[in-house]
């Protein structure tokens, strides 16, 4: 009596609709649970139980389906260590199958090791960022966003640390141009050192070395091109020498 009752309510409030139709748009709308529970209050002396039961059998195993896939992901990703998501996987398997309690069980246990495993990470990111060891506490926090994606305050964190480490990159960049810098003048030095006692060859190899480090050196660039033309004229001398001497 009272499932007839509930029957004839929700085709009063749908405008005359059946009962199938009522479930139907709920399937449509992605309330699938809903859908299922609207059938079940169908009494079998009702003429649309048949077709009523066998939507529901055809949903219950559509259900099935996509339990084992979302517990076959949830594993997986499990297996990567990817904690969160897999909770996300297990808890879409139990709107499905709210009494599994195999499967609560699991979820349960989960969701402890993964607070646990987050507590231990972030104390090392801690660690790692007070020891001004960038590099480390980047590795620390992936481990920690692989290990749960969906928490916001890791996506602030890494901004924050984005920035720190830009600007220690910028430092090191800064201190290698500095010791590059350093190194090109003293092959220029060396260069005209030895350009200055007209060991031309020895020169040019110090110069060309220096232009290796920084080859936009306008600098090394003219002296490179002076030696060269210098030597230039001495192999042209050398062989009018030669030239002359043999006549």
Request: proline share 2%.
């Amino acid at each position: 009596m009272k499932r007839g009752l509930l029957c004839a309510l929700l085709v009063l409030g749908v405008g005359c609709a059946s009962t199938l139709k009522v479930g139907e748009r709920h399937y449509r709308e992605g309330d699938h649970v809903g859908a299922l529970k609207i059938w079940r209050e169908v009494p079998e002396d009702d003429r649309s139980y048949p077709e009523v039961a066998a939507r529901i059998a055809a949903v219950e195993k559509e259900f099935d389906r996509l339990v084992v896939d979302y517990q076959q992901s949830a594993a997986a990703l499990e297996a990567e260590g990817r904690l969160a998501e897999s909770i996300l996987d297990y808890r879409l398997a139990l709107g499905l199958q709210p009494d599994n309690e195999a499967t609560l069980a699991h979820v349960q246990r989960l969701a402890r090791e993964l607070s646990k495993r987050k507590k231990a990470l972030w104390s090392d990111y801690e660690r790692d960022v007070e020891r001004r060891d960038l590099d480390t506490a980047r590795e620390s926090l992936a481990r920690l966003r692989r290990l749960d994606p969906f928490d916001p305050e890791y996506v602030i964190e890494e901004r924050q640390l984005q920035v720190a480490l830009n600007v220690e990159w910028r430092q090191r960049r800064e201190r290698i141009r500095a010791e590059l810098t350093d190194e090109v003048v003293a092959l220029i030095e060396a260069g005209r050192a030895a350009f200055g006692e007209e060991r031309l060859e020895l020169a040019l190899t110090l110069w060309r070395r220096a232009l290796l480090i920084d080859p936009d050196n306008e600098r090394v660039i003219a002296y490179i091109a002076r030696a060269e033309r210098q030597l230039e004229n001495l192999d042209r001398l050398r062989a009018t020498s030669d030239a002359n001497g043999v006549e």
